[in-house]
């Protein structure tokens, strides 16, 4: 829920052809960002997806107040993110990629003394705390030292800390990284909750199910650019069909299937996008020439292969 | 696009208080390092115990500030672990807590925990020695001063490191080196004449020059007494400024 003094009339975040270039003494520049745009409404969760190296950190960086961009806007509910980061930084609160909870802190004392760094009072930072703590499942480890707890609950501390703060637009860079399973889904329920309350966030994810699961909206990044923006469900459709089929081993039938839609190859098997009712004629002709395949609907991954023409854990 | 609002009303250390108890309960737990805080001491004092007792008097006030100034690498540390290994760095200033009351908090804290070896000490020297009120009170006043400056000092270095390894080897140098080669655990006229001048300039011994000369152990002229104050409180001040716009300048890479 927004703090009471916050102002948060205005978008939480609009960006506007955000470009970042990285130089170094004795390397040749990066450009890490190549005039990226966005806009994060109000109670959304929006999920940056792209492979490592796409730009995903580095955009999250800028927003986040943390880094300078090179050139384009960038204004967090109204206010200019980076002429004047002081009135955003109220508003925000940020999970680091990677970061990890004070090893001599417990999760409690993790989190309660950084909601009593933000200014809460004592009496709501000790309730907040025990509502994150048992949201992320951490209750039970809540007072023994960070350095004796695992990565995943280390995680899930980091994760807590932040949503523990109701901040109005939060930044989650990764933050189900390390994560079991059961523990992902808590954190997924624990950020659907909270925009239900009334926050709004971005996150940085390589996972597609995460992306599918967690986002109202979704940008595909690559190399520094927004290769395609919409909801799970619009970019599935935009693949062209609705179901697909993996024909293992096979990639030199390519052209035996191209009739029947988009045919994708990671080198090791063939992808084919289909609408149903073509399914039993190619069905009959993998029968025919004794191939072996297998039938799944489209997912987000095939979004992304067509958009970026390769898959999300190939890196840079 | 917003580019006329009016910047937002600043309070420099808001989140200090909150902040340096948190750096408080991290640090309590290095019991192990607390202990050893005073090994480099301990042993020059053993050493001066055993080959010239009556520079004993010297030598506490020289363990006592030199405690102080090994503060800020404990802070160097602290500031560069926690951004390169922890990347916890971002969590606190990414959020209302600003970049002031972060360096600050984190060196009041490291200050208030490695403190308690640091009286331990003094109450042994005053057994041992016995200072008089106002020995103690230039001791409390330049301590502070040696203290906040290398603090300072500890926290800007931090931030030109990427590698943790580094820092170590680096840190240990510089601070080993201006806290016990300039005449800090010897008398001022150890140390060559041609030399003193710049050792009056230096930080830690300016300060132990100062209580040198309140126990009588050296004789200072008053352009002396003048140079060494004022290079320990002005330098003090210039490099605490300093690191108060270098800590907001650094919140934001380029």
């Known amino acids: 829920m927004p703090g009471p003094a916050a102002d948060v009339s205005a978008e939480p975040l609009v960006a506007r052809d955000l470009r970042k270039v990285y130089t170094t003494r004795g390397s040749p520049s990066v450009e890490a960002l190549s005039g990226v745009s966005l806009e994060v409404r109000s109670r959304e969760r929006v999920a940056l997806l792209g492979r490592n190296g796409a730009g995903k950190t580095t955009f999250l960086k800028i927003a986040s107040t943390l880094l300078r961009p090179t050139s384009g806007t960038i204004e967090i509910f109204g206010h200019d993110a980076d002429r004047n980061p002081d009135r955003a930084r109220p508003l925000i609160a940020v999970v680091p990629q990677e970061g990890k909870p004070f090893f001599h802190l417990t999760p409690r004392e993790q989190i309660y003394t950084y909601l009593r760094t933000r200014g809460l009072s004592r009496e709501v930072a000790q309730t907040r705390t025990a509502t994150a703590l048992d949201q992320m499942g951490l209750v039970e480890v809540q007072d023994r030292l960070a350095i004796t707890l695992s990565g995943g609950q280390r995680q899930r501390t980091m994760v807590a800390t932040v949503i523990a703060t109701h901040a109005p637009l939060l930044f989650l860079d990764e933050p189900t990284i390390g994560m079991d399973p059961f523990a992902r889904r808590a954190v997924w329920a624990a950020l659907r909750e909270l925009t239900r309350l009334g926050s709004t966030m971005l996150l940085t994810t390589h996972y597609l199910d995460e992306a599918d699961a967690l986002s109202d909206r979704l940008y595909i990044v690559e190399r520094g650019r927004v290769l395609m923006e919409g909801t799970a469900e619009e970019l599935k459709r935009s693949v062209g069909g609705t179901l697909k089929v993996t024909i293992a081993g096979q990639t030199q039938h390519v052209d035996l299937f191209r009739s029947f839609g988009t045919v994708m190859t990671d080198g090791t098997s063939l992808t084919v996008i289909v609408q149903p009712d073509s399914l039993g004629e190619l069905m009959a002709i993998a029968v025919r020439e004794r191939l072996t395949t297998t039938v799944g609907p489209v997912t987000l991954e095939e979004a992304f292969m067509r958009a970026v023409g390769r898959s999300i854990n190939e890196d840079e | ?254």
């Open chain 2, 1 to 254: 696009m917003r580019t006329s609002e009016s910047p937002a009303p600043y309070r420099a250390f808001r989140g200090l208080s909150a902040f340096f108890w948190t750096e408080v309960r991290v640090q309590s737990h290095e019991s192990t390092a607390m202990a050893t805080s005073m090994v480099v001491q301990g042993v020059l004092l053993v050493f001066v115990f055993i080959l010239d007792r009556s520079l004993l008097p010297v030598a506490f006030l020289g363990a006592i500030i030199f405690s102080m100034f090994t503060m800020g690498q404990r802070l160097l540390n602290e500031a560069a672990y926690v951004r390169i290994d922890h990347k916890a760095t971002d969590l606190y200033l990414a959020s209302p807590l600003t970049p002031e009351a972060f360096f600050l908090g984190m060196a009041a804290g490291v200050m208030l925990v490695y403190l308690s070896p640091v009286i331990i000490l003094f109450v042994f020297a005053e057994i041992v020695v016995g200072y008089s009120l106002p020995t103690v009170l230039l001791l409390v006043g330049t301590g502070a001063l040696v203290w906040l400056f290398s603090a300072s000092f500890g926290y800007v270095i931090s931030t030109f490191f990427r590698d943790n390894r580094a820092i170590w080897a680096y840190a240990s140098l510089i601070f080993n080196g201006f806290g016990v080669l300039p005449p800090v655990f010897y008398p001022l006229s150890y140390f060559p004449a041609a030399l003193q001048p710049i050792a009056l300039m230096l930080p830690p011994s300016a300060a132990t020059a100062l209580l040198q000369a309140s126990i009588g152990v050296t004789s200072l002229s008053i352009g002396a007494i003048a140079l060494a104050a004022s290079a320990l409180a002005g330098e003090t001040l210039a490099m605490f400024l300093f690191t108060i716009y270098w800590a907001r300048r650094k919140v934001r890479e380029d």
